[in-house]
């Protein structure tokens, strides 16, 4: 799950930051943050990223963040929003945007510590996730998030764009918690690949939006280049043969 932190102030960012960092630890959840000072700059990122939460200031320096919500509301309707900002002046007209919350700085971890629980029974209405023992503690990863996973030492390795969380379990007895999801598809021993990420194939080799390769079982071959291609025109999507 990708989330933006969005405030001209490099100091309030940082604390911001460090709270869901906290928040994170705390209850165990896998959150990839993206930090922004310039709002033009998460303004083209929102154009190639399906933000699952946007913390956002409402004074910035050439527009405000009620401006840049009502933008998001348009581009991604499912995003969740909170404002953070030193004014109560503007709490009406953020949740006319139906904003999840509205923290007035200073932000304590206690006021973002409850506007997350919020996001978190929100999130789980909306996406489906895994939950994986990382460690001491319990990690919980949304499915969209994972682009491939594989298997090395006796661990699972479970590969997002923020990182790779890793747990000590069996790939037979990983595998049952990504069958009921159809983008993912095994492409060697101990591998599985979500087919949202590809962005070409040839006859070894998956290649994924990531830059990385996803190399194909020679054996099974046929079957996997014909599960991915049959899974691009149930879905209406388009990739390129190398």
């Known amino acids: 799950m990708t989330i933006a932190l969005v405030d001209d102030s490099p100091d309030d960012l940082n604390i911001l930051f460090q709270h869901i960092c906290h928040y994170c630890r705390e209850h165990k959840i896998h959150l990839h943050i993206e930090k922004f ?35 998001l509301r348009k581009q991604n309707p499912c995003c969740q929003i909170i404002f953070v900002t030193a004014s109560k002046n503007y709490a009406a007209k953020a949740f006319r945007l139906h904003a999840l919350d509205y923290l007035v700085k200073p932000c304590t971890y206690s006021l973002l510590s409850d506007a997350m629980s919020r996001f978190d029974q929100t999130a789980a209405r909306l ?3 895994i939950e994986l023992k990382e460690g001491r503690g319990i990690t919980r990863i949304l499915i969209s998030d994972i682009i491939y996973v594989d298997y090395h030492n006796h661990y699972i390795q479970v590969h997002t764009a923020g990182r790779i969380i890793r747990s000590q379990l069996y790939f037979k007895d990983f595998s ?7 983008q993912f598809l095994w492409c060697h021993r101990n591998c599985m690949v979500n087919m949202d ?3 070409a194939f040839d006859n070894e080799s998956f290649l ?35």
Not at 55 to 61: G, N, P, T
Not at 176 to 182: C, D
Not at 217 to 227: F, G, L, V
Request: charged share 20%; aromatic share 14%.
């Open 37 to 71: 000072t310039d709002e033009a700059l998460f303004i083209k990122a929102a154009q190639y990223t399906a933000y699952s939460l946007v913390f956002l200031d409402v004074y910035l320096q050439r527009t405000t963040g009620i401006q840049i919500a009502e933008r």
């Open 127 to 129: 996406s489906h996730y």
């Open 176 to 182: 049952p918690m990504l069958a009921p999801y159809p």
């Open 197 to 199: 990420f590809i962005e």
């Open 208 to 242: 994924l939006n990531n830059g990385e390769r996803i190399s194909i079982s020679k054996s099974e071959r046929k079957d996997i280049t014909w599960a991915y291609t049959h899974y691009l025109l149930a879905s209406d999507k388009e990739s390129i043969t190398l």
